[in-house]
């Protein structure tokens, strides 16, 4: 029998009880051993709970109890969860957790301050809730090189971009549908500022790469400026709009790493990512493309996700699982502006005639889009590859001559 | 370090000899060991190789090498694998493969010998190439009880169907293609008539529900019937014909287990999965439906899920990794009769209003399907569930009436 306990009793904390109570049979056999709740840390009350008799506000409690061997965090946020969890590190239990926030932000420091103790630092559901991507990442792909990654990370912004393509539904009326669906917070900004997706992402590039990638060396952008013409223009080019998580080594030996939306097109595995699901693209120099798919939120998904760290916890008290990255700092990243990529650009113009001149001069390899019902004075193309900076003064030039630029969407080149 | 054998230097062999060369740094990196190759059992020359001092072509020197911890079974076929496995197993060593024909005939007597010897047998390169299927199911779903899986599980029937829906080509020349192009064997038997993905669904039914499936327990049908006139119907009913390994347990405890073609939704996540890509739906009571895939041939994809597990045995040489299930009876499956399903049939009439009125009664819920160009005496449509027993006496029924049924395919409901 292990003792666990388990820190938070919000969405995926009572998900992680329900999953460990309902399946504890079960459980218990791939584990071998019968895992028992002994704690649940929360500050709330919850008079006539079941579990009652395990609840306690006080985490020095879990912390001085050497029987407890596996804590998971599903607290959220950094604070108190880093402290919580250090020590528990630090005190020789190991850590599984959800949480993306402190795992993008603290995770070289714990993952070492885990290692220093032989106890294991776990976070599988961190990154597309139900879905295997960390292990197979680790494990799986381990006689693979990564080329690079690219992910729809975010449920609540594919859920808005899919109403958006779908049922041609401005950004704010599918946004407070996503709300109204509690698949959006009351303060969407996380999701739809893309920071949840950045989070993400940079916590699968550390994984893959071996560096500690901070989420504020991430390039993010949202989807708040996206808008239904965009859509159609996307449409009209072949591919959707989706936001994007990618992280890709360069033949510098820096990472091009960033949140943003991106056309894709229409043959790509991930076009297909619909609603709230999560998908996930891994290319590696032996496998090819690999694609996991599933739900990336949710409280049961999650929750199983979380269930399945502790399992292996559970059977791995003795040997550490191998699953680190060193510390990383902003040299392993390329400035964005420095990257490149194609891109598509929708402007307005006065002189439609001087302006594709222009247009063509300024860019390579343009490919002029066209949709139904545009206005005379909108003019929309797709370019070949530039740099960042590249496309920025192309675009003031641009400017000179009369011809704003109202939209430029990277083009995906997976 | 580490030494290892490596039994057969066909394509996925000579991938694995690679891989490990090519990737030597980053996997001693992983698997805190380097690893190193002391032999390759092989009854061909191969002059000229740089391997060279490593060929053997005799197995008793690899079986007698105390140093030898883990050896990879590439060779394919039962014989002489198993045996050579068995010794290997038995004599302390660690064996992976990608044997899939070996694992779904002798996995339950196999794993039970590594258990009874510490050692382990690893297996995730024997369904789907390199997508992670094996250990995901294993591992990260531990806390989920698998409700179904649903794949598509072989490269080459998949690439013949999507050139007959997707480039209207019919069958035997859509087989010659993927013969010209290598997707095919010369003697194509094992893919077109499903046993190849008979024997992938029966490793995973075994994985998800602990008792070994033989493969002569799937009901298995192959594509070869499959006509450009169905994949019309298919596609008038709003999907596209992919041949499906699916297993289900019901509610009476049994296994609802084959490999058919069927009809799927051009939304359902594996309608997408063309060419000689694989997908595979794992759909778990917490987790929601995950569908993995990617390249599920091929030497590199096979190879490096080969050296995955090889890293994977170097890391537990002491600890055995827990994957296991028992040997399996007959009575585990639910005879193909007693199943249930929804069905399309295409039938030929002579009077097509006394037809459609002998349909309308003989099957449940009936929905007719037109497509462009028909005879005049074809009739198609698809059907309610009934059970595969309902569905033969309505089609005997019917033809006492002068209707012919030429096809019947299921309609799957994932």
């Known amino acids: 029998m292990v003792q666990v306990a388990v820190m938070g009793y919000g969405v995926v904390g009572s998900g992680v009880v329900e999953v460990l109570t309902q399946h504890k049979d079960s459980i218990a056999k791939r584990a071998k051993e019968e895992i028992h709740i002994k704690y649940i840390l929360d500050i709330r009350e919850f008079p006539g709970s079941p579990f009652a008799d395990k609840f306690t506000k006080d985490f020095e409690q879990i912390l001085n109890d050497d029987e407890v061997k596996v804590v998971a965090e599903v607290m959220g946020g950094v604070n108190p969860a880093y402290d919580f969890t250090k020590r528990c590190l630090l005190s020789g239990k190991s850590v599984v957790t959800s949480n993306k926030e402190l795992v993008a932000t603290k995770g070289a420091e714990l993952l070492e301050i885990a290692r220093q103790n032989n106890v294991n630092y776990l976070f599988e559901a961190s990154v597309g809730g139900g879905i295997p991507i960390i292990r197979p990442i680790s494990q799986c792909l381990a006689a693979n090189e990564v080329i690079e990654i690219a992910g729809i990370l975010n449920g609540t912004t594919n859920f808005i971009l899919t109403k958006m393509i779908n049922d041609n539904m401005a950004f704010e009326d599918a946004l407070k549908l996503a709300q109204d669906n509690g698949y959006a917070e009351r303060d969407p900004s996380a999701d739809i500022e893309g920071h949840d997706a950045g989070r993400k992402i940079a916590i699968l590039a550390s994984l893959a790469y071996g560096k500690h990638i901070y989420p504020d060396l991430v390039h993010t952008q949202g989807i708040t400026k996206i808008t239904l013409d965009d859509v159609a223009y996307a449409s009209a080019w072949g591919g959707v709009i989706k936001l994007i998580g990618r992280v890709k080594r360069l033949d510098n030996g820096k990472l091009d790493i960033s949140v943003e939306p991106m056309l894709i097109e229409n043959t790509s595995q991930l076009a297909n990512v619909n609603d709230v699901f999560n998908g996930i693209l891994v290319r590696g120099d032996s496998t ?32 550490r699982k191998y699953l680190y990255w060193a510390d990383g700092t902003a040299d392993c990243v390329e400035p964005y502006e420095k990257t490149s990529y194609a891109v598509y650009i929708k402007a307005e113009c006065t002189d439609k005639q001087a302006a594709l001149a222009q247009i063509q001069e300024l860019f390579n390899d343009v490919h002029m889009i066209v949709r139904a019902d545009a206005p005379e004075n909108e003019i929309a193309f797709a370019t070949g590859v530039m740099t960042v900076e590249e496309q920025q003064s192309a675009i003031r030039k641009l400017a000179l001559t009369g011809v704003e630029v109202k939209a430029k969407i990277r083009i995906a080149d997976f």
């Open 288 to 319: 090819g493309d690999v694609v996991f798919y599933g739900k990336g939120a949710g409280k049961l998904p999650t929750a199983s996700a979380v269930v399945a760290d502790i399992i292996d916890c559970v059977k791995h008290l003795k040997a």
